[in-house]
């Protein structure tokens, strides 16, 4: 038993008869290697749960109804909308109709997205009212009011200003171009999700498409739901398609083609950068233990001199190596917890897609804790061994 715990006590002696610097400073590095590990899969969890949170705030809502296949339109709306709001966990709903027009301001003119809404029932849906930058949001009597995304509005300091509207304002009047005709819109508002795909749209009120376009009175293009986030979606889906409604419907992971590629390619970096934290772990491992075990050479010699094992100096070589990994853990999980998160949360890295904060993922924390110790016990074992191998009287007389 004594044999046993022999290897712990000598572990103890390094420490407590070690430079304090010396502790310190490994695992000052081991604190950084793991912060570093954790640090880009939160980083890239946060952006790919970013961007899936515009997509169904700004874009589908969590479920989405288009038309049967050969219909170009939902018929029947307002029933259709009375319908879903009966079906258990639907908290809200709102319907959209692509209007078939171009957007025209000066001598500018492009064919950015123009939805007819009610914005009352939008608001409960997506955020879009919340995300107004300048002017304001629509009221349902607005009938020659358009408000705008910022990608279509323009500006100095917007992503795609080339095919912009180049700084249009608020009070500025557009065109709505359709079969030949149209009809002014002043523009009421515009709005920023800080989603490029999203701020690609404009919004007029179903009371402007009467006027311009009778015959897509009571139809809709899309139907957005808002569900109970403690529901379960594809339940949900099923008490939804039992309502025989003529269209299809979807979950809101249907349409994120754009965010698969890019988790894809995150999976892929996220690797690589992972693999090379590990690896610069270990090899701050190896330096340490090795440089520990060298200026140790004559007390390993000794200890082989009065009977001591060379097993039991590499074990407890190894288990210094677990302790140093061991609280680079613990340091570097309560430095990221009570400081890193917390700072990107009040400031966000602000992209194209979404104001991203880190996500740490638990399942990938403890993978990546385990990864570390393991590494470092490895790491560890093999200066150990190489040394202890060094015949007694070598090492201790140093040579």
Known sequence: MRQLGLPFYL???????GRKWTLLLTIVLMTVAFVNLIFVPSLFNGIIDGANKQIINTMTGDIYITPADGNDYINQKDQVLSQLN?????????ARTLVPARLKYKNIAGSWQVLAINPDDEK????????????????????????????????????ENAFSFRDAKVGDKVTLVFD?????????????????????????TENSLKEIIPYATDKATTINIKIDQTANQNEVIEDI????????VYPWQESTGLMKSVSSSFLSINVLLSFTSVLIAAVTIVIIIYV????????????????????????SYVILSAVYAFMGVVVGTVLFLTII???????????????????LSWSDYVARAEAIIW?????????????????????ILGR
């Open 292 to 315: 520990t075990i060298i200026n140790k050479r004559k007390d390993i010699g000794i200890l082989r001199a009065i009977g001591i094992k060379p097993y039991i100096i590499v074990s």
């Open 341 to 359: 998160m917390p700072y990107f949360q009040i400031h966000p890295f602000v992209l194209p897609i979404c104001n991203a904060v880190l996500v």
């Open 124 to 159: 409960e849906v997506s955020n879009i009212s919340q995300k107004i930058i300048s002017g304001s949001y629509l009221d349902a009597n607005d009938v020659d009011r358009i408000v705008i995304g910022r990608q279509i509005a323009g500006g100095n300091d917007v992503e």
């Open 180 to 204: 030949g005709t149209s009809k002014v819109f002043t523009i009421k508002g515009i709005f920023n999700s800080n989603f490029v795909e999203s701020d690609k749209r404009a919004f007029i």
């Open 86 to 94: 009966t079906v258990d966990a639907v908290q809200a709903t709102s």
């Open 241 to 248: 398609k039992q309502k025989n409604i003529d269209g299809q």
């Open 375 to 395: 590494i470092s016990v490895f790491a560890g074992y093999i200066p150990a061994v190489i040394v202890t191998r060094t015949k007694m009287m070598a090492a």
């Open 11 to 17: 572990a103890l002696q390094y420490i407590r008869r």
